[in-house]
Each structure stands twice: as structure tokens, then as C-alpha cells.
């Protein structure tokens, strides 16, 4: 290891007797090489590692100075990190603090590095922003990455102060999670020229990577007259301008034949890209990814050229041309213009035209105008107007809300150390000035400030004649504990019990009166430990009452200004969060009494869409104003019930303070290929083509339904609300999968429909892990059973009522829990930031796996062979009583049991199963139920294919199936249904099959038309 050493006027003395040629590294340790470096650790040899910390060892791999470098590796379930503390404290005399570190794979890496002073604790840092923390500013491109850390300009997290130089006390490095190892060395201080002793060896084409404070600068090293280019690239540059050159002339004489050239003139939006916009960024500049790119050009080009060279000759071709003689048909490659969108009105779950037919809009962030007009619709159709706080992380300072929290005392936040929900920014909020501007909204100055906001800024909504719809904000959450909070929970509780003693029966508690009572605190943005889980409860409650109480509030004052436009709010992830208790978050609230429309921010999985169109008790549009989620399942997101898609995003140019947000940009992305950036344009034109069609599959109500418990969402134990999910979350998530791939559609009822017979209208219903349910609820779900309905148990269920208090409604149904195996807590994953800036810290559970051996009988009566499942997670031990055993443990124990009640059948399960093994169990409860599903595709086992979701529905004359590839590989099925069907014509490429059987590619996603036969 390297120390420090005083060097003074003996350097020279040394240069003379040793010479600069000295190749031996340990004689050059433990020392400054210059006044101007001081080498804090370049790795040579064991004793390099002591004092330090992190998943490391000594490697040789791969150097930039010496013979040595530190491995940073570890397992799947621990990140990468390394963290120092051996170095002189004073570092304020040096300009930059650099290090090299090298990224072996052709994947881009980004990781933090926090540096600590002693102005502040390591529960200041983590706390209170007291340190400097990059997060994601370490830039890792393939090779070697050398970093210059600028330290003169270098803040604390926060924002308040300079990070004091003078006195640092630990370096850190982490990475989170890789499928590879890193190499770091050669961190140094180095003021002025570097010392040639200390330098990193640094090849022209590695890339150089300036952090300064917030923003990041990464370029290759060069100078470019040393980079060498082959003459293949050289030879691709060429041909791939030629294809380009050869595009554009067929489309200037396809456009003076009248032709519509918007799907081939991708080609050229996707070379712009490749050849323009990514040849000037660093992760694109090497030649494999420059090949790469080159030959999709010419491919691509060469295609469309193809294309309209076929159409001008006059062969066959799929699209038609515009002209009076010849009438475009519907079923045409022809993409009609987006109408006014002033004219468009909402009406039962679409946006309509003046003729009634739905228009289906999918806009990009960020563009509002030039050629990409021809492929979405404008982004300002939506604005975020900030109306519930009065202003945003971006332009608080110049609304009357920041002089109002800064002049008046009652203003600021009381009790919450979590995050701001943007209401409006803290250390965490991504833009903006650095600052904790956290408002409380019960003040009369910040609700009085927020009017004054809307009277300055009510024009930019009124003035823009492509608004179709308002949001007041969203990634919202709220807490409170100021004085005005605590009486409005007061009130809150004396309108709900009452009394006092009813109170106290209900929190075993022994208040004399309400005055008494004090909502339960929150540290560390959670509960702190020994809540009164009862008290909780109904905080938890109160909470989003009044937080929806204000929202509608904040609408009404809006109507003021703008009676017309569409408003909206809300918090989509928080509704299936395990910290959705300390949210202020109900979306069944919000969208029943605020908003017209939906507003449903969601990318990956379209789980949400499916459970905020069941939440809603009429039909509204949903949209989407940033849909993340990268490229793929972008059609069925609009296919489950978004009829408007804002997606993330377009960015103008590369963002230099979150490089990581460039890994979603579309033309930025390493991640998003050109081939992927042509099918979001394609998907562009075909939604405005096929806006009936896809309107079709949100007309039927579905028949099958998760139970989406609010009890179990917010009564969580003060140590999960942290965590990310629950048990009764991840069981959601995994029946939801296991039912997704059915072919048939989806919901969720939630406990307040329940209790207003919503039931009635549902086959089968699934109760997944609710572990505290009102008494109530169980109850309405038995005379469900009873009454003719099927439903599906998932443990833990029926546990504890809505208080956290036992109240067993199992055996209810004759079944008795004597036991519980549960799987052991192994430790927590790192804390995450989650897109909407939220925190989250996973807790490790280890694995329990059972073997579950399905009997013949009743749902299982028709398998030709023994059908094994697996268990994942706790095991129940219970006693069936004089239910039928369905399946069994390899020890004996009853695994599934069927439970006659009425006219109807309950399947308890006696532990939670496989995602992929849920299917196995619906699959024949889906026929038994008599699901409606005119089509399903048949994989080649036989079963109902898994891995694409298709899902049909019948129109008077044909059928339409949507069939989404949700992985990397080829999904092949046929269509199947009693009885003959016609021809099966794909609406997207208007490519016409002579049989059902139909095949995916990876990711692949489209609408077929199939003809009915007499």
C-alpha cells in the first residue's frame, strides 16, 4: 500500500541516484511521487489490502500502472464495493482525485462513490446528505475508464456546503449487483501535471471520465489522429451512405406518384440515429459497435428501397396508394392523421373522434415538433401543472410557495425524514437546486401560496389547444405530523368510533379522551418498532383520506380557472408497495372522486393497468404520461387499457448529470437497438391505424379476479414497510402471472366492491397471501362460494382482522392450521431508488421448496399423467377435516384441499406456489369455471401456450388475437377452437397466413384478424 510520506527537496536527490528508469514497483510504494500526486493505492502487493474493506482481492489481470490491480467480485446476492480510509486526511491542495477502473464486459456499468468528511457522521451522510454521494456517476464503458474527480468544486449531498477537503475520512466505491467482475487502480491526488511515475498508461480509444460534482463527462481519450480505422469501416461508411442516398431518391418519386412513405422512410430516421446521433457518443465509438450499426443501416435501407421499388413497378404489394379512383381500404398499410386533438372528447375508456371511433394517442417525451410529428402525436396533448404543491423541484424558487415556507412558521414538513413524494423536493429529488423545500399542506400559507401559483401559471394550461388532460402531479405521497395533522386525525377518530372507549377497545390502549392521542411516528420512513399496529391502521387510513380530501380540494380550484380539460393525480407504484402505509396513496379513492381520467404511470408490467381499470367503478380513459419500461410490450400496454402513452423518452441531448437516464433515452441507448427504435416508430403509425381493433379488447368484462386488499397493502410490520413487497405483494404479483398467459382478460376486486356485490358478476376469484382482512369481506366471500362462485386460496389468508388482531376465519371452512414452516430471513438487499425516487430495501428470505404431488381427481381427473408442483415459500400444516385432499407434500400432508360449500368450491392451498406452476393449477380451473375465451393458442404440449399472452375476442364477423412475445426466444402456437375458423390475416405487416399455426419472434408482438366460416 502506498503511504504518504514528506518528500520535500529529496525527490531530486533521489531522481539523481536512482534515475526515472527504476521498474521496480515495491521501491516506488509508500510514497509521494511529486509535490503535485500523492498515490493512495496502486495495488502491487498484500500489503495493499490492509485496512481496507469491500468484496476485493489482488489480481494482475488487468494494470494502467505497475504490475498489480484490486478485483472487485462477489456472488449474485451481494453487490461489488470497496472502501478505504488509509490516506492523509487533508486534500486541499489537490485538484482531482483519480483512479482507472476497467469494465470487462461490452455492457455499460454505472457506480456510486461517496466521499466522507468529518463534518459528518456516517448517520449524517446516510440520513441527512452530510457527504458527497455520486450516485451512478461512476461511467464504466467497456475497458478502461480513467477517471478525473474535480474536488475544489465536489458538495455534499444536501446541497449546503462544500465538501470540506480538509478533512476526509473514507472513500467509497459501489456498484450494486454484476454479472462481472471490475478492476480498479491507481487512485491518486494530483494537483497541477501529473507526476509521469504516477501516470495511468492511457490508450487513445479509452475513455476519459470528468465528474464535476453533479455532472459527468465521459469522451474517449484519444487525440483522434491517433485512432486507427479499418478499411472495412471505412468501406461500410461508404455503402451505408449509399444506402441512404438510394432511399431517399425512391421515396422523392414514390411522393410524386402520391404514395404514403411513412413506414419507409424509417429507415432513414434510424440512420440519422446510428450515423449521427450515436456516432458522437463514447459508448458508440468503437468499431464493433460502429459495425453493428452500419450493417443495419444498409440492411434496413436496402428494404424499403426494395419496397418501393416493387410498389412502382407495379407488383404486388401491401399498402395502397391515395387517389381518387382508388378508395383506400380498411384493411391497408395507410396511416391516417391524427385529428385536432381539441376535438377529441373522452367516452367510455377512449378518447373519440367526432364520428365516435377511438383514437388511440402515443406521444414521446420531449418532442412536440419535426419529423417525428409524422410518427406520434404531440407530448404537450398532456401537461404536469404541479397545482397540489404550488411549484416543482425545478422552479419552486420563483413560486409564491417558497417565500411563503421560508416567511412563515407552520410551512415546513413535521415528523417525515422520508422522502418528499415531490411534494416538493429534497437531498433525493433528481433536478433542480439542491435544497429541502418540504411543504406541509394543511398550512393556510402554503394553501394560499398554491392559489397564487394557479393564478400565475393557469394560462400555460388554457393557451394550449392540444391539452387533453391536466395531472396536478404524480409519484405523489404525503405525511404529516403537524399540529393541524394531529387534530384533523383527532376528528377523523371521533367521527369513525364515536368515543373514547370504542377507541381503546380497538387499540387496547387507555386514553381519557382524544386530546390524549398522538398519531404513531415514523423514523427512518417507517413505523418505528412496537407500533400499535391498531392505531397504525387507522393513521394509515386517515392519511389517505385526507390526502384524497385534498386533491379534490385542489381540483375544484383548478375548475375555477379551466372547466373543460380532463384532471387527474396520483401514486400508481404505491399501490402495490409495501410502504403504500406511509403513502397518503389510495387509487380506488383517487380514481372514483378526482380523476377523469385514469392516471396510471406504470412501464414493465401492465399489472397495473389491470388493477386500476377494475378499481374504477365506470369506464374512463388511462393514460400514461411517462411509460418507462424500455421498447418491448409497448402494444400490449395499450392492449390491457392504456388508450394514451406518453413514453420515456426522447431525450434532446444526453443528460450529463444522470448518465444513467441514457440508458432509456431512445436514441442514446446502448440498451435499445436500432431495430428497436423502428419498431416503436412502426408501433407509432399502426396505433393510429388500428385504433378500433385495439379498443376491441377492453369491451368484456373479465371473469377472473385477484383480491386487492387494502387491509393487507397497509398493514405491514413496521420492518417489511421498507422492503419493497410483502408476502401478500409477491403473491399478487405471482397469481397475476400465473393467470396472465389463460387467454382471457384479468381484474382485481377490491374489498370495497366486494362489500358492493361486485362478486356476483366474477368466475373465479383469488385470494392471494391476504393475511389481514376485515371480518366482514371473508364473510361476502363465502356467501360468494356458496352461491355458485370458485375460489382460490393462497396462505397466509384470513389471519388477522384489519387491527393486527388474531382472528383465524380458515376454519371457517373446515380446515384447520396447526402448524407453519417459515422460510429463514438471510439479511436485507442494498437500498434501491426506484423510479419515481422512492426507497426501497428488499429483505433476503432463504428457500423452502416442497414437492406437491397432484392426485387424479377433479380439477386434475383429465391429466394423462401425475402433474408435481412446487411449493415456494412457508409450508401450512392442517388438518383437511372432511374436505377432499387434492394434493399432497412427499411427506403425506395435505397440500391442496377442495372445499364443498353451497354450490360453490374454495381450492386452499397449504403453501404459496411457483409463478410458472400457478398456470399448471389454473389452467384446468379456467375450463372447469367455463371462462369465456373464443380463441387460445395451444403450445406444442398441448397446453395453453405460455411465454406470448394471447388473448382473442369475437367480433359479428371474425375474431381478433393479440399475441405479445414477452421473451428472447421464438413462441410458436396454434390457434384453437371448437369448430373451423378462416383465414388469419396479421394486421401490422397486413401479411395474410394459410394456416393457424402461427409463429412469434423474439419480442414480437401484433394483432391477428380471423375470418369466421359458415
Known amino acids: 500500500m502506498k503511504k504518504y510520506k514528506p518528500f520535500f527537496a529529496l525527490v531530486i536527490l533521489y531522481l539523481v541516484l536512482f534515475g526515472c528508469g527504476l521498474s521496480d514497483d515495491s521501491s516506488i510504494r509508500n510514497r509521494k511521487d511529486t509535490v503535485n500526486t500523492m498515490v493512495i493505492n496502486d495495488f502491487e502487493n498484500s500489503s495493499s489490502l490492509i485496512n481496507l474493506k469491500g468484496t476485493i482481492s489482488l489480481s494482475k489481470k488487468f494494470t494502467v500502472h505497475g504490475h498489480g490491480c484490486l478485483e472487485l467480485n462477489s456472488s449474485e446476492t451481494m453487490s461489488l464495493w470497496f472502501e478505504t480510509q488509509d490516506f492523509p486526511k487533508d486534500w486541499s491542495n489537490y485538484e482531482f482525485l483519480k483512479f482507472d477502473i476497467f469494465n470487462p464486459s461490452t455492457r455499460l456499468y454505472f457506480g456510486t462513490i461517496q466521499i466522507f468528511d468529518d463534518s459528518g457522521t456516517d448517520e449524517q451522510a446516510e440520513f441527512h446528505g452530510q457527504s458527497y454521494y455520486g450516485e451512478e456517476k461512476l461511467f464504466l464503458n467497456r475497458g478502461w475508464n480513467h477517471f478525473e474527480f474535480l ?31 471490475l478492476f480498479l487502480d491507481n487512485i491518486r491526488l494530483v494537483n497541477g501535471k501529473e507526476s509521469r511515475h504516477a501516470l495511468s498508461h492511457i490508450d487513445p480509444r479509452d475513455c476519459i471520465v470528468l465528474i464535476d460534482n453533479r455532472d459527468v463527462y465521459p469522451s474517449l481519450a484519444g487525440p483522434s489522429e491517433k485512432i486507427e480505422v479499418s478499411d472495412g469501416i471505412i468501406q461500410l461508411r461508404k455503402q451505408a451512405s449509399g444506402a441512404v442516398e438510394e432511399l431517399k431518391k425512391e421515396i422523392r418519386v414514390a411522393e410524386l406518384q402520391g404514395f404514403q412513405t411513412l413506414y419507409q422512410r424509417i429507415p432513414l430516421i434510424t440512420a440519422d440515429i446510428g450515423m449521427g446521433i450515436r456516432s458522437k457518443l463514447v459508448w458508440f465509438q468503437d468499431e464493433t459497435e460502429e459495425r453493428e450499426i452500419l450493417n443495419y443501416v444498409i440492411s434496413s435501407c436496402n428494404i424499403a428501397a426494395g419496397e418501393i421499388s416493387d410498389m412502382l413497378a407495379a407488383r404486388k404489394v401491401n399498402w395502397l396508394t391515395i387517389g381518387p379512383e382508388n378508395e383506400v381500404s380498411h384493411a391497408s398499410l395507410y396511416v391516417p392523421p391524427y385529428p385536432p386533438l381539441h376535438e377529441l372528447e ?5 378518447y373519440r373522434d367526432k364520428s365516435g371511433n377511438p383514437i388511440i394517442l402515443f406521444s414521446m417525451l420531449q418532442i412536440n415538433e419535426g419529423p417525428l410529428m409524422d410518427y406520434f402525436a404531440p407530448f404537450n396533448h398532456r401537461i404536469e401543472s404541479y397545482t397540489v404543491g404550488g411549484g416543482s423541484r425545478y422552479n419552486i424558487e420563483s413560486s409564491p410557495v417558497y417565500e411563503a415556507f421560508y416567511k412563515y412558521p407552520g410551512t415546513h414538513r413535521v415528523g417525515w425524514d422520508g422522502w418528499c413524494g415531490h411534494l416538493i423536493k429534497d437531498r433525493w429529488a433528481m433536478g433542480g437546486k439542491k435544497e429541502d423545500v418540504v411543504i406541509c399542506l394543511e398550512s393556510p400559507h402554503i394553501r394560499e401560496a398554491v392559489l397564487d401559483y394557479m393564478k ?17 402531479a404524480y409519484e405523489l405521497q404525503y405525511l404529516c405530523y403537524c399540529d393541524i395533522s394531529q387534530q384533523m386525525f383527532r376528528d377523523w377518530l371521533k367521527s369513525k368510533y364515536g368515543d373514547i372507549r370504542s377507541v381503546n377497545k380497538v387499540w387496547r390502549t387507555s386514553y381519557s379522551g382524544f386530546a390524549e392521542i398522538v398519531a404513531p411516528e415514523t423514523r427512518n420512513a417507517r413505523p418505528v418498532d412496537g407500533t400499535n399496529r391498531a392505531a397504525w391502521y387507522d393513521w394509515a387510513n386517515f392519511n389517505t383520506r385526507r390526502f384524497t380530501d385534498y386533491l379534490k380540494w385542489i381540483k375544484t380550484e383548478m375548475r375555477k380557472f379551466d372547466q373543460v380539460t380532463s384532471i387527474c393525480a396520483g401514486g400508481t407504484s404505491s399501490m402495490l408497495s409495501s410502504s403504500n402505509s406511509v403513502s397518503g396513496i389510495d387509487e380506488e379513492m383517487i380514481i372514483n372522486e378526482v380523476d377523469d381520467v385514469i392516471l396510471n404511470e406504470s412501464g414493465r408490467s401492465p399489472i397495473f393497468s389491470d388493477l386500476l381499470l377494475s ?12 411509460m418507462g419500461g424500455g421498447t418491448h410490450g409497448i402494444l400490449l400496454q395499450f392492449l390491457h387499457g392504456k388508450s394514451d402513452i406518453s413514453k ?3 431525450a434532446g441531448s444526453p443528460s450529463k448529470e444522470y448518465l444513467h437516464m441514457n440508458e432509456s433515452s431512445l436514441p442514446h441507448s446502448k440498451e435499445i437497438s436500432l431495430s428497436d427504435i423502428d419498431e416503436v416508430l412502426r408501433l407509432g403509425l399502426d396505433v393510429r391505424r388500428l385504433g378500433s381493433e385495439i379498443a376491441e379488447f377492453t369491451k368484456v368484462n373479465p371473469e377472473i379476479a385477484i383480491l386487492y386488499s387494502k387491509t393487507s397493502i397497509v398493514q405491514v410490520p413496521p420492518l417489511q414497510v421498507q422492503a419493497g413487497r410483502t408476502p401478500y405483494i409477491d403473491a399478487v404479483y405471482s397469481v397475476w402471472e400465473g393467470a396472465r398467459f389463460l387467454g382471457c382478460r384479468i381484474g382485481f376486486v377490491s374489498e370495497n366492491q366486494i362489500l358492493a356485490g361486485k362478486l356476483a358478476k366474477i368466475k373465479m376469484l383469488i385470494i392471494p397471501a391476504v393475511k389481514y382482512i376485515r371480518p366482514e369481506i371473508v364473510t361476502e366471500i363465502r356467501k360468494y362460494i356458496e352461491n355458485g362462485g370458485t375460489a382460490v386460496i393462497i396462505p397466509e389468508s384470513f389471519i388477522f382482522d384489519q387491527f393486527a388482531r388474531e382472528n383465524n376465519r380458515v376454519a371457517d371452512f373446515g380446515i384447520t392450521i396447526s402448524g407453519v414452516t417459515l422460510p429463514a430471513v438471510t439479511g436485507q438487499a442494498e437500498k434501491t431508488q426506484n423510479y419515481d425516487q422512492s426507497f426501497s430495501q428488499a429483505i433476503l428470505y432463504g428457500e423452502v421448496r416442497e414437492k406437491i404431488t397432484c392426485i387424479n381427481d377433479d380439477l386434475f381427473s383429465d391429466s394423462s399423467t401425475t402433474i408435481t408442483l412446487l411449493s415456494d415459500g412457508l409450508v401450512q400444516k392442517i388438518n383437511p377435516g372432511s374436505n377432499k385432499v387434492l394434493a399432497r ?3 403425506g400432508d395435505p397440500a391442496i384441499v377442495l372445499v364443498k360449500e353451497g354450490k360453490g368450491s374454495l381450492y386452499y392451498l397449504a403453501a404459496p406456489l411457483r409463478t410458472a406452476d400457478y398456470h399448471i393449477l389454473f389452467e384446468p380451473l379456467a375450463l372447469k369455471t367455463g371462462l369465456i375465451r373464443p380463441l387460445v393458442g395451444i403450445g406444442k404440449d398441448g397446453h395453453l401456450v405460455t411465454g406470448a399472452e394471447v388473448r382473442a375476442v369475437e367480433r359479428e364477423k371474425d375474431y381478433l388475437v393479440y399475441a405479445s412475445n414477452l421473451t428472447s426466444e421464438t413462441v410458436e402456437f396454434d390457434l384453437n377452437r371448437e ?4 383465414s388469419v390475416l396479421d394486421l401490422r405487416t397486413m401479411t395474410e397466413y394459410e394456416n393457424t399455426h402461427l409463429k412469434l419472434n423474439p419480442y414480437q408482438e401484433t394483432i391477428f384478424k380471423i375470418e369466421k366460416t359458415k
Open 648 to 650: 420515456w423518452w426522447w
Open 979 to 982: 369448430g373451423k375458423i378462416g
Open 889 to 891: 407434500f412427499e411427506d
Open 615 to 626: 378499481l374504477s367503478t365506470t369506464k374512463k380513459v388511462m393514460v400514461d404520461p411517462e
Open 456 to 472: 400565475m401559471h393557469h394560462r400555460e394550461w388554457t393557451d394550449n389547444p392540444n391539452l387533453l388532460y391536466n395531472i396536478m
Open 151 to 181: 474536488l475544489q468544486h465536489a458538495m455534499v449531498e444536501e446541497g449546503d456546503r462544500p465538501l470540506a477537503l480538509n478533512k476526509i475520512r473514507k472513500l467509497r466505491f459501489s456498484f450494486g449487483y454484476s454479472d462481472t467482475p
Open 346 to 350: 373522452p367516452e367510455d375508456g377512449f
